[in-house]
T-cell receptor, first 117, second 112 residues
Framework: DGGITQSPKYLFRKEGQNVTLSCEQN?????MYWYRQDPGQGLRLIYY???????QKGDIAEGYSVSREKKESFPLTVTSAQKNPTAFYLC????????????????FGAGSRLTVL | DAKTTQPTSMDCAEGRAANLPCNHS???????VYWYRQIHSQGPQYIIH???NNETNEMASLIITEDRKSSTLILPHATLRDTAVYYC?????????????FGTGTRLTIIP
C-alpha cells in the first residue's frame, strides 16, 4: 500500500546534538512538508519542497534544515540551534506542482516524537 | 490563505450526527475548504474537501453555504472512534499554494 513512513517513531536527544528524522513516501507525490506540533497546539509548517533539489522555509524554519535529493525522501535535521526541539514532528506529501489546478490533498505520516533530555 | 474559526470543543452522543461548523468569511473564489482530523498522537487524516458544491464521501458530508463564508462537516452516525481533533482549512489549489496552515481545530468527543 502507498503511504508515508516516518522514522524513528520516538527519539531522545541530548542538548547540543543534531538529529535527523526520516520521511519516505511511495505515492509518487511531488510536494513534501514538515510540520511541528506542540501539546494542545495546531500544526506549524517548518519546511516544504515542491520538487527535487528545491525547498522553501515555512513559518518556523530556524534551527532546522532539510534536503530533497530524491523525490521519495525529505529528511529533517533538528540542529543544536533549535532552542526548544521537544515536539511531535509530522511529515506529509501531496501531488503538489504536478497539479495545475484543483485541490491539493495532504497525506500524513504517523509522526516522530522527539524529546530532548 | 483565508483564516478559519472553529469552536474549541464539542460533544456528541454516540449514534447521533455530529455537526462541526467552520467560519471562513475571507475565503476567496479559488480557495477550497478541506477537513482533516487527528486522533491523539497520530498523523492527521484527510476527510473531505469542497469548492462550492456540497460533497459526500464514505466518511462524511460537507455543506458549504452559498456565499462560501462558512461550512459544516457532518459525521452522520458518530462512533467512539470519531473522537478526535477536527481541522478546517481553506487554501487555493494549483501551483504556488503549497503552504497549508493548521489552526487548533475542534476537539470532538463522542459520548457513549
Amino acid at each position: 500500500d502507498g503511504g508515508i513512513t516516518q522514522s524513528p517513531k520516538y527519539l531522545f536527544r541530548k542538548e547540543g546534538q543534531n538529529v535527523t528524522l526520516s520521511c519516505e513516501q511511495n505515492l509518487n507525490h511531488d510536494a513534501m512538508y514538515w510540520y511541528r506540533q506542540d501539546p494542545g497546539q495546531g500544526l506549524r509548517l517548518i519546511y516544504y519542497s515542491q520538487i527535487v533539489n528545491d525547498f522553501q522555509k515555512g513559518d518556523i524554519a530556524e534551527g532546522y534544515s532539510v534536503s530533497r535529493e530524491k523525490k521519495e525522501s525529505f529528511p529533517l535535521t533538528v540542529t543544536s540551534a533549535q532552542k526548544n526541539p521537544t515536539a511531535f514532528y509530522l511529515c506529509a506529501s501531496s501531488r503538489g506542482t504536478g497539479a495545475t489546478s484543483g485541490a491539493n490533498v495532504l497525506t500524513f505520516g504517523a509522526g516522530s516524537r522527539l524529546t530532548v533530555l | 490563505d483565508a483564516k478559519t474559526t472553529q469552536p474549541t470543543s464539542m460533544d456528541c452522543a454516540e449514534g447521533r450526527a455530529a455537526n462541526l461548523p467552520c467560519n471562513h468569511s475571507t475565503i476567496s473564489g479559488n480557495e477550497y475548504v478541506y477537513w482533516y482530523r487527528q486522533i491523539h498522537s497520530q498523523g492527521p487524516q484527510y476527510i473531505i474537501h469542497g469548492l462550492k458544491n456540497n460533497e459526500t464521501n464514505e466518511m462524511a458530508s460537507l455543506i458549504i453555504t452559498e456565499d462560501r463564508k462558512s461550512s459544516t462537516l457532518i459525521l452522520p452516525h458518530a462512533t467512539l472512534r470519531d473522537t478526535a481533533v477536527y481541522y478546517c482549512i481553506v487554501r487555493g489549489g494549483g501551483f504556488g499554494n503549497e503552504k497549508l496552515t493548521f489552526g487548533t481545530g475542534t476537539r470532538l468527543t463522542i459520548i457513549p
